[in-house]
Structures are given as structure tokens and as C-alpha cells.
């Protein structure tokens, strides 16, 4: 079942910060986020996974709530190369497919 | 190294006519995903290759899309008698390991058109 993303856009400044939260009705084994640039495949910036391990850039943080099958992307003091399409990923066991989110579509101005 | 290699990186072709898209995953990933996106929108899945063996083919839009995977390596994806709402940008993916804890690479895609 798909993951639901929250805001589905966003503008902002450089230097602000934003949040995109990514949400499932099923019981969740790991999430993963991925950004995609305009006219280019998506690349990878985390894993989150059940127990607490991360896997991903030193500069992304996240966040996943297993009891509510929630997880969240911190973005901080936000640069022009942030702009992108960001999608959530959520695997529902360790034999399970990952399916996408809808994304989120984040904007920074200079 | 190499990544993921997609072939060919654009197809136009008539309603009607069968395509055949070529995925070539990472050297030694056993995991190997397609994705559909079609223009502005999200990553739909398709289909996902664990080995040689599809766990789950239900996202496969009808029986027009076939999948298969050889070798743990190459994969293709064919599509029978393309109708428009089949075009779109074909994403394949590979991991070294299982979806839950192995980050997927994407390939470039094919952008596949339908007149």
C-alpha cells in the first residue's frame, strides 16, 4: 500500500529549514528516501530501519517512528541544491517491495 | 564503477507495436526493481527480482507487461501492444541486497513514447 507524503510542495529561502513526512497504514520494516532533480533518476539519501539503524549521508537526518508507522526528513538550513523531488519508500517486511510515495516537491529561492 | 546501464534511453513507437527494455543491474546486486513514472508523477512499482525469482508481480498494469531476469543480471521488460497510456519514463533499479535494508541505484531510464 502506498505511503502517504506530507506537504506535497514546498517553497523556501535558503537557510530555512523544512520537514517532509511520509506516513503508512501497514506495519513498516524499513523506509527509504530518495531525492530526484528535474529530468534525472532518483538517488538515494537514507535508510531507516526497524530498530533504530540508519544508513545514509552524514548530512541528512530523519527519523522513524515504528509504532506509527511514521517517518520524517529533516531538512536544515536548507541550500539551493536541495531543490528536488523528494519520495519516501516504505518496505512492509524483509521479503517486501518498496513502494513509492506520491513525493514532495521542494523549492529553495536565493 | 559502473552503474546501473538502461537500454535504449529513448523509444518511440506506433500503438500497437511490442517494446523490449533492457535493464544491465551493478555487478553482483541481487535485487533488481522497475518502476514506471509517468510525466510529473511518482514512482509506480512494477515488478521486483529477488535472483532470477519475482516475489510479487501484482504491479505489473496488466498482462500486455511481462518481466523476466537471467543470469542474476540482465532483465527486460516488454510491453505488447502499446497503447499511449503506456508511455512514460521506464526507471530500473538494482541493490546489493533485499529492499529493507540496501539502498536502491537507479538507472537513467528509458522514456518510452507512444504515437
Known amino acids: 500500500q502506498q505511503p502517504v507524503q506530507s506537504p506535497q510542495a514546498v517553497i523556501l529561502r535558503e537557510g530555512e529549514d523544512a520537514v517532509i513526512n511520509c506516513s503508512s497504514s501497514k506495519a513498516l520494516y524499513s523506509v527509504h528516501w530518495y531525492r530526484q532533480k528535474h529530468g534525472e533518476a532518483p538517488v538515494f539519501l537514507m535508510i531507516?530501519?526497524?530498530?533504530?539503524e540508519q544508513k545514509g549521508h552524514e548530512k541528512i537526518s530523519a527519523s522513524f517512528n515504528e509504532k506509527k508507522q511514521q517517518s520524517s526528513l529533516y531538512l536544515t538550513a536548507s541550500q539551493l541544491s536541495y531543490s528536488g523531488t523528494y519520495f519516501c519508500?516504505?518496505?512492509?517486511?524483509?521479503?517486501?517491495?518498496?513502494?513509492f510515495g506520491k513525493g514532495t516537491k521542494l523549492s529553495v529561492k536565493p | 564503477g559502473a552503474g546501473v546501464s538502461q537500454s535504449p534511453s529513448n523509444k518511440v513507437t506506433e500503438k500497437g507495436k511490442d517494446v523490449e527494455l533492457r535493464c544491465d543491474p551493478i555487478s553482483g546486486h541481487t535485487a533488481l526493481y522497475w518502476y514506471r513514472q509517468r510525466l510529473g508523477q511518482g514512482l509506480e512499482f512494477l515488478i521486483y527480482f529477488q535472483g532470477n525469482s519475482a516475489p510479487d508481480k501484482s504491479g505489473l498494469p496488466s498482462d500486455r507487461f511481462s518481466a523476466e531476469r537471467t543470469g542474476e543480471s540482465v532483465s527486460t521488460l516488454t510491453i505488447q501492444r502499446t497503447q499511449q497510456e503506456d508511455s512514460a519514463v521506464y526507471l530500473c533499479?538494482?541493490?546489493?541486497?533485499?529492499?529493507?535494508?540496501?539502498?536502491?541505484?537507479f538507472g537513467n531510464g528509458t522514456r518510452l513514447t507512444v504515437t
Open positions: 519508500g516504505t518496505v512492509g517486511g524483509s521479503q517486501g517491495n518498496l513502494i
Open positions: 531507516l530501519l526497524k530498530g533504530g
Open positions: 533499479a538494482s541493490s546489493l541486497n533485499r529492499p529493507h535494508n540496501s539502498p536502491l541505484h
